[in-house]
């Protein structure tokens, strides 16, 4: 596993005006800082910066001759504060209603310019870690060549509100909290068929079903792993992605992003509908030639990004094919192609 890094960041103020101090942890992969491309890959609600490697959570797409190569790329990712992953009690965050999605992107921005960043070849990020990179491409919008938002959205809808706001209330009232929230979870982040597909309505025993085994393993598993005041955190995050919040129209935010814009999207997810990606690929569209949308059919809901990695390699391997040596010192998103 790459070692684990750390950027101080001192008195940044939140949207509450409270300030608050943070240790931003980051790992690298690949090549060293600028020499060569730089890939920020953004992690989901339970993962981590630990992205590649044997324990690489997205080893299937990123590592040495895979679709995100680390002998081509430098690629970056920074843990989101407090979500536990150093095993630091001192590092978990509390006050997790002061914090938005984009609190996340604004401190990432910072993580960015504390290594001397100002140009990234990619961000990619599944689920809420893709709803930080609309944020983070709103609020710097020259700074990314290729956005690649997967299983995700711009903005959270009613629905995934909803189901936040459930999860909100079994984390601070349950007895059981992690355990409980995640089995809610895993049924919206798979299907009615993939649960169909995988347990047959098996039973373990006379009096309990497969099914039923299987969500209590990830609740359990997840108990093992995770910290409550880090869900609670991830699942305030998540909630609150909105790009257009105290800002202009959608089309006004969008128009002023130099990024070429890579939607992928899953027909089956329940919990990022595609229809909503869809429709800000139309959107989106009407105002530019750099938007892209592709589809990663399986019956496997929101999880399918993390399960169909040959689809997932189709899609992304046009944008990380080998291209003109990269210089020391070149802006990589220098030739982006402006938006007409």
């Keep these: 596993m790459s070692s684990l890094?750390?950027?101080?960041?001192?008195?940044?103020?939140?949207?509450?005006?409270?300030?608050?101090?943070?240790?931003?942890?980051y790992q690298l992969f690949g090549k060293p800082l600028h020499e060569a491309p730089i890939v920020l890959v953004n992690h989901a609600l339970t993962g981590?910066?630990?992205?590649?490697?044997?324990?690489?959570?997205?080893?299937?797409?990123i590592g040495e001759n895979k679709c995100v190569d680390t002998n081509r790329f430098s690629v970056l990712a920074f843990n989101i504060p407090g979500n536990g992953f150093d095993a630091n009690e001192a590092h978990l965050i509390d006050n997790y209603k002061d914090f938005?999605?984009?609190?996340?992107?604004?401190?990432?921005?910072?993580?960015?310019?504390?290594?001397?960043?100002?140009?990234?070849?990619?961000?990619?990020?599944?689920?809420?870690?893709?709803?930080?990179?609309?944020?983070?491409?709103?609020?710097?919008?020259?700074?990314?060549?290729?956005?690649?938002?997967?299983?995700?959205?711009?903005?959270?809808t009613d629905w995934l509100i909803a189901n936040?706001?459930?999860?909100?209330?079994?984390l601070n009232h349950s007895t059981a909290p992690l355990a409980d929230a995640r089995m809610h979870a895993m049924t919206?982040?798979?299907?009615?068929?993939?649960?169909?597909?995988?347990?047959?309505?098996?039973?373990?025993?006379?009096?309990?079903?497969?099914?039923?085994?299987?969500?209590d393993y990830h609740g359990k598993a997840l108990n093992k792993r995770f910290h409550v005041s880090a869900y609670k955190l991830m699942n305030q995050i998540l909630k609150t992605?909105?790009?257009?919040?105290?800002?202009?129209?959608?089309?006004?935010?969008?128009?002023?992003?130099?990024?070429?814009?890579?939607?992928?999207?899953?027909?089956?997810?329940?919990?990022f509908k595609s229809e909503e990606n869809w429709d800000t690929y139309v959107d989106l569209k009407l105002i530019s030639s750099n938007v892209s949308i592709s589809e990663i059919k399986s019956i496997h809901g929101h999880d399918a990004f993390l399960i169909e990695f040959e689809q997932l390699k189709k899609i992304l391997k046009p944008i990380f094919k080998p291209s003109k040596p990269f210089k020391n010192g070149e802006k990589v998103g220098s030739s982006l192609a402006k938006r007409s």
Aim: hydrophobic content about 40%.
């Design 5 to 25: 890094k750390y950027i101080s960041i001192s008195n940044f103020e939140l949207a509450s005006g409270k300030t608050q101090n943070f240790e931003l942890s």
């Design 188 to 215: 919206l982040y798979r299907t009615p068929e993939s649960l169909t597909n995988k347990f047959q309505r098996t039973q373990v025993s006379k009096a309990r079903f497969n099914v039923e085994s299987w969500l």
């Design 100 to 156: 938005t999605a984009r609190t996340i992107a604004e401190i990432f921005a910072l993580g960015l310019e504390a290594l001397d960043i100002n140009s990234l070849f990619a961000v990619i990020g599944g689920s809420v870690g893709g709803g930080i990179a609309w944020e983070l491409a709103a609020l710097k919008p020259q700074l990314i060549d290729h956005l690649i938002p997967v299983a995700t959205d711009w903005k959270s």
């Design 48 to 61: 981590n910066s630990n992205v590649c490697g044997n324990e690489g959570w997205w080893n299937d797409l």
């Design 241 to 271: 992605i909105d790009i257009t919040k105290n800002r202009t129209s959608f089309n006004e935010v969008v128009g002023a992003i130099r990024s070429n814009i890579h939607i992928v999207t899953i027909p089956s997810d329940l919990f």
């Design 164 to 170: 936040c706001h459930i999860q909100d209330a079994i």
